[in-house]
């Protein structure tokens, strides 16, 4: 995977999830990188559950 600055210094304009993954498939660091996809995950299923209650709130 090919960025722009190549992560810039420090890995400051990667997200997490191209973070994930050059640590998964670029360092083979596997256990590393799959935590790091399961705390995006969780971060998402909150924000969704968050917006899916005011939602419906709403309605």
């Given at each position: 995977?090919?960025?722009?600055?190549?992560?810039?210094?420090?890995?400051?304009?990667?997200?997490?999830?191209?973070?994930?993954?050059?640590?998964?498939?670029?360092?083979?660091?596997?256990?590393?990188?799959?935590?790091?996809?399961?705390?995006?995950?969780l971060i998402s299923l909150g924000i969704t559950g968050i917006y899916f209650l005011f939602s419906?709130?709403?309605?």
């Amino acid at each position: 995977m090919q960025q722009t600055t190549g992560g810039g210094p420090n890995h400051m304009s990667e997200t997490l999830v191209t973070y994930s993954y050059s640590m998964t498939f670029q360092s083979s660091e596997y256990g590393y990188g799959m935590s790091i996809a399961t705390v995006t995950f969780l971060i998402s299923l909150g924000i969704t559950g968050i917006y899916f209650l005011f939602s419906k709130k709403r309605g």
